[in-house]
């Protein structure tokens, strides 16, 4: 292929990843996926190795990239297959995400995969929300080892009768949204096989790869060489272990980037803990974004980095570890000690940490006439950078999600948002200030059972070079301040109220 074409050949193929991402919006049910997209698709060659997404969610992407090789493998592929699963020590991230993989046949075999995964916010967990403060995986709710829905065209009614169960008609209708965005995956495969022949379309997988691979390098090429460390500290496990050790060594050379996690705090008893794909997940969120914007994701690009943890380790957690949280907020410390590290040899390039938490809140009443479930993150600050300020009141790093719109919000549950404003003055100062925070307030109108999974409320997030941490985050109820990661019953008119962390300053003040 010509340089002209091979752009043309990435740009068909994200399409068809953007175009699955809009019918499984337009299509699902919940909040979570119409609203908040809370969703990823991707596709994947014969092996099970990535060639191409969209930009929808790092921490569902990057562990699909890391762990579908393992999956694919694991089964024997028939025209007509879906095969599901949420199992994090298999492949997944947390139980919520629920992944849909089905395999693109052709006369000469399968020529490759395209894949789904979307956050369902009942997956029958012991708390409404399925995000629990929990003990074990098997809290945390339905565990769905690489299981066929669908086999040869014939659905499991026995399993979809299951899932719909759990999580109700709306969740049935979100198992079909994801169905119905893997089929116009197929669909369009298909199409482009047909317009460009098979050997062009295997020609221009190669193709992105050695592209993808020659970018990494150059990006590599570019910076210092040696070995950077860097140290960060989670609040607490929600179990009662307090300030667990995230620490990060960053070996770079001319072919490669090695990240170490020697040193981390053993796996805990709460439920930060993380698969090994979702540090994956973290490390490559990292690694992408030293490249160029239009490099394409994919598997070229991330053999050039190396990631090795102690096993049963917070950040190469083992069954039966609880996982819910690690996967949304380990990660996101992750991603700050990589940077840290990275800042000593790119002083000029990379920022103050962000907010370091996606701020969890699960809810529900299950006793309610009408039984619901809802569950969401929220934004906050992001870290100042040589360049300018952080932006405020944004999700960051490794959720890429949206707010639930109020309107949306309030009509389908039994919530008022009382509050929802930036939290001027939580960013740290410096040269450029970090980004603010939020400020959410909710009033219940009936008995509710909520869930907080959240974090900096302890441990700031820091400022680079001389720039001030930013504020840590506060959750009270009744203006009585809450744990970090708690459970809690309230009655109707109580009134939650969330201030999220603002990002670290970037340089000294010049006041």
């Known amino acids: 292929m010509t340089n002209i074409e091979l752009a043309i050949f990435i740009k068909r193929v994200e399409a068809i990843c953007h175009e699955m991402g809009l019918v499984l919006r337009q299509a699902a ?8 997209l809370d969703f990823s698709c991707a596709l994947f060659d014969s092996q099970g190795a990535l060639f191409a997404q969209a930009a929808h969610i790092p921490v569902h992407l990057g562990s699909m990239a ?22 994090p020590f298999l492949g997944g991230t947390h139980l919520p995400d629920v992944t849909f993989i089905s395999p693109f046949f052709s006369d000469h075999g399968i020529l490759g995969f395209v894949v789904n995964r979307a956050h369902h916010a009942n997956i029958g967990s012991i708390s409404p929300g399925s995000m629990p403060i929990s003990r074990a995986l098997e809290e945390e709710g339905e565990i769905i080892p690489p299981t066929f829905l669908v086999r040869e065209g014939k659905i499991n009614e026995v399993l979809l009768e299951r899932l719909t169960k759990i999580g109700g ?38 193709q992105v790869n050695a592209y993808g691979s020659r970018l990494a390098l150059a990006a590599l ?43 981390t705090t053993a796996q805990v008893a709460g439920n930060v803990n993380c698969p090994l794909p979702v540090t994956a997940a973290a490390a490559f969120y990292v690694f992408r974004c030293l490249l160029p914007e239009y490099t394409p994701s994919c598997a070229g690009v991330f053999q050039h980095l190396r990631i090795s943890a102690p096993e049963g380790s917070l950040v190469n957690a083992t069954r039966p570890a609880a996982v ?51 569950y969401e993150t929220i934004g906050g600050g992001c870290g100042a950078h040589p360049l300018g300020e952080g932006v405020s009141a944004v999700q960051s790093h490794m959720t890429n999600t949206l707010n639930t719109p109020i309107e949306s919000f309030e009509s389908h549950y ?28 909710l009033v219940f109108l009936e008995e509710t059972e909520v869930t907080l999974l959240t974090d900096r409320r302890n441990h700031r997030p820091w400022g680079l070079e001389g720039g001030l941490s930013g504020l840590p985050g506060i959750n009270s109820l009744d203006g009585r301040i809450l744990p970090a990661k708690c459970q809690i019953s309230v009655k109707p008119g109580q009134v939650l109220r969330i201030e999220t962390p603002g990002g670290g300053g970037f340089g000294l003040s010049n006041e």
């Open 414 to 441: 039994p919530v008022r948002v009382k509050s929802y404003a930036i939290r001027h003055g939580s960013g740290g100062s410096g040269k450029y200030d970090g980004g603010d925070g939020l400020v959410r307030e």
């Open 169 to 206: 008609s709306a969740a049935k209708g979100d198992f079909a949204a994801q169905r119905s965005a893997n089929d116009i995956g197929l669909n369009r495969l298909s199409d482009l096989v047909k317009t460009i022949g098979l050997e062009r379309f295997q020609i221009g997988i190669e």
């Open 221 to 263: 090429s570019t910076i210092p060489k040696g070995r950077f460390s860097f140290g960060d500290v989670i609040d607490d496990d929600g179990q009662g272990t307090l300030d667990l050790a995230i620490r990060c060594y960053v070996d770079i050379s001319s072919k490669c980037l090695a990240i170490n996690f020697e040193g």
């Open 324 to 374: 819910a949280a690690g996967n949304v907020e380990t990660s996101m410390r992750i991603v700050d000690a990589i940077l840290g590290a990275l800042h000593q040899a790119l002083p000029e390039e990379i920022p103050a940490a962000s907010q370091g938490t996606m701020n969890n809140i699960a809810m529900g009443n299950h006793r309610s006439k009408q039984p619901w479930d809802y």
């Open 66 to 87: 890391f762990a579908l090789r393992d999956v694919v493998g694991s089964v024997s592929w028939c025209e007509g297959d879906l095969l599901i699963f949420n199992d």
């Open 29 to 36: 049910f919940s909040t979570n996926i119409k609203d908040r």
